[in-house]
């Protein structure tokens, strides 16, 4: 794996005012960034996720800029560890995801960068209302081992070009994913990753993932 600093990838530790939460971020931006990626964590997951901290590494790699960031703050964190309180609430996953998006366009240095977002499970949907509510910001979207069913009132509505990964061995969410599609009325492919589980923990499975996810960013953001 070439390691970012030889790519000359600044990361920058950032905190982002959503509504009423303070939310952490990890921001990095490689030389001469082609486009930006925003990541939409999934239930239970973080801005530390291996998973996803290894997609952004393969992006940066690229070309392109990432942000990994909390939805939840430190404390929603632990509530939710005992009641599960937060990390299904749709609502609040998806507000702040605009809020950050929002927050985006404050920053000189990438403003103006074609913006992908990256959403994984219950974070698919939230990226999906997203990409609904600023279709005028969000270039495009992927969904790994998504429940964008989850934002199924809006599919109709996104014109973002959306792609659906899904592993093999994950019946239940492929046939999800097959009813998201359905309802999506602009450019929409599902691409289901063989030998993979829902997590994509099995050898080669995640490496395949995340170049589908590569490819179609920079399809997207570069055709922009």
Known sequence: MIDSEQLGVQSTNVQIMAEDALLSGQLRVPNNPKGLVLFVHGSGSSRFSPRNQYVAQQLNNSGLATLLFDLLTLEENQIDIETREYRFDIALLSKRTIATIDWLQKLPEIHSLPLGLFGASTGAAAALFAAQSRPDKVNCVVSRGGRPDLAMPILAE??????????????????????????????????????????????????????????????QLIEY
């Open 158 to 219: 996104v014109k973002a070009p959306t792609l659906l990964i899904v592993g093999a061995f994950d019946q239940q969410v492929i046939e999800l994913n097959e009813i998201a599609k359905q309802a999506i009325q602009s450019e929409c492919k599902l691409t289901i990753i063989p030998g993979a589980t829902h997590l994509f923990e099995e050898p080669g499975t995640l490496e395949l993932a995340s170049e589908v996810a590569k490819n179609w960013f920079l399809k």
